[in-house]
C-alpha cells in the first residue's frame, strides 16, 4: 500500500521560498514521480517530474527557473524547493508517484498525497 504525505507548504510573501516535501512508503522501486497543484478555481496541473535516477527532469512552463524538483531515494523523499514564488502560484501542492511514462499529466500518475497549501500573498 503506497502512501504519500506532503509537508511544507504555508504562507509567503512574494518573492519568497518555499520547500516542499513529499515522503513515499509502501513500495520497493524507485517509481517516476511528480509535483502537482491545482490553483484556485483550475485543475490539477503539472508543476514538475523526475525520473527514477533523477537523470530527467521536467517543468511546467510557468514554473521553469524558479523551481526545482529532486528526490533522495535513500531517504524515500521527493523535494521541490520554490523561489521567487508569486501570487498565482497560491493553491494546494500534490505529490505523486507511480507513472507508466515521466510525465506532466495528472492521469499518468497512480499515486496521491492528499496536498499541502501553499499561499503566496
Known amino acids: 500500500h503506497v502512501q504519500l504525505v506532503e509537508s511544507g507548504g504555508g504562507s509567503v510573501q512574494a518573492g519568497g521560498s518555499l520547500r516542499l516535501s513529499c515522503v513515499a512508503s509502501?513500495?520497493?522501486?524507485?517509481?517516476?514521480m511528480g509535483w502537482f497543484r491545482r490553483l484556485p478555481g483550475q485543475e490539477r496541473e503539472g508543476v514538475a517530474a523526475i525520473s527514477p535516477g533523477s537523470g530527467r527532469r521536467y517543468y511546467g512552463d510557468s514554473v521553469k527557473g524558479r523551481f526545482t524538483i529532486s528526490r533522495d531515494n535513500a531517504e524515500n523523499t521527493l523535494l521541490l524547493e520554490m523561489n521567487d514564488l508569486k501570487p498565482e502560484d497560491t493553491g494546494t501542492y500534490y505529490c505523486?508517484?507511480?507513472?507508466?511514462?515521466?510525465?506532466?499529466?495528472?492521469?499518468?500518475?497512480?499515486?496521491w498525497g492528499r496536498g499541502t497549501q501553499v499561499t503566496v500573498s
Open positions: 509502501g513500495y520497493t522501486l524507485p517509481m517516476n
Open positions: 505523486a508517484g507511480g507513472a507508466w511514462q515521466l510525465l506532466l499529466r495528472p492521469t499518468a500518475y497512480n499515486y
